[in-house]
């Protein structure tokens, strides 16, 4: 077991070096690979290779341009043979100038085999670079789609998507494909927004990319015009606020109207102070979203403004007088 290690992905294959000692037959060959851990990372034998001639240890990892963080090659499991961090090696004395590390798929050719070269070779290779790419980032909900794809250096990978907390499935929506290292999402929604992460794992330890998140733009939608105070009449002289209030990413573009013309408040409120009648009549207003391309205008809201009735008298009245 590896309870020592670090929760990152760890992947460990190994295969045994046998001998012949019969003289002039083929010293060494490598047996039917047989993994306990991370199986796939070396294949089967057998390999065929004779005292001072050379073995390749070849992984079945794909080549990768970035360096893996750490592999480590050992003998019997105990003694190490290569130990590569951040691209730096050490070797051990016993392999000094008999061996050569190829970094992109971590595989080893081992020269001039020895007699007490027979053994258990081991490759433990630490999985660096989880990454996720998009297609694409910016999206409109329920007519954009968008592809996530998965990347991992190692090899009997699993893979498993989360959106923020919860697991990623597949439904009429979402595909999942290429072994789970590929989701795509078809007609996307707000809750797509993630953050999406990938995570990666094999029999003993997990991976987890960093997150990504996708910026949905939804709406106008919901659209209602408030009128405060609430009441449908008012005096000649008051102040009245309308608010246009609408669900909307990015945030909506407002137009108002009276009685069905324009007017040039462009906000998503406009103050009526001091009001006069001739700014009676039905108001609405119409929100506009610059990536969605969508529109909503609103129901009307009717205003009427009334005078104020004065009622003056001059001079005195008598009881019984007509007035």
Do not use: H
């Amino acid at each position: 077991s590896n309870k020592n290690m670090s929760p990152s992905c760890l992947i460990k294959g190994k295969t045994l070096l046998d001998k012949s000692m019969k003289a002039g037959s083929p010293l060494s060959y490598l047996s039917p690979a047989v993994f306990t851990e991370g199986a796939g990372v070396l294949p089967d034998g057998p390999l065929n290779a004779a005292v001072g001639e050379t073995v390749m240890f070849t992984t079945t990892l794909t080549p990768t341009d970035k360096p893996f963080q750490s592999v480590t090659w050992s003998f019997n499991f105990s003694t190490p043979i290569i130990i590569v961090i951040n691209s730096e090696e050490t070797i051990g004395p016993e392999y000094e100038g008999r061996i050569t590390f190829f970094p992109s798929t971590a595989s080893l050719e081992l020269r001039s085999l020895t007699l007490n070269e027979t053994a258990e070779y081991s490759v433990n290779i630490k999985v660096s670079s989880v990454s996720v790419t998009s297609s694409s980032t910016d999206l409109v909900e329920f007519s954009g789609s968008v592809s996530l794809s998965c990347s991992a250096s190692g090899s009997s990978l699993s893979f498993l998507w989360l959106n923020g907390s919860s697991e990623v499935t597949a439904s009429d929506r979402v595909q999942l494909t290429d072994g789970g290292s590929s989701l795509t999402i078809i007609n996307v929604t707000r809750s797509d927004q993630g953050p999406f992460r990938c995570l990666v794992s094999n029999p003993v330890s997990i991976g987890t990319s960093d997150p990504v998140n996708l910026s949905i733009s939804y709406g106008p939608e919901n659209i209602n015009l408030i009128l405060s105070p609430s009441q449908g009449y008012f005096a000649v002289g008051s102040d009245i606020s309308l608010t246009c209030s609408v669900g909307s990413r990015p945030s909506a573009q407002f137009k108002w109207f009276l009685n069905g013309d324009q007017l040039r408040d462009t906000g998503s409120e406009v103050r009526l102070m001091n009001v006069q009648m001739s700014q009676s009549g039905n108001y609405s207003c119409q929100a506009f979203n610059s990536k969605t391309l969508r529109s909503q205008t609103s129901q009307p809201s009717a205003i009427t403004v009334l005078d104020t009735l004065l009622q003056k008298c001059s001079g005195y009245v008598d009881y019984n007088d007509d007035i």
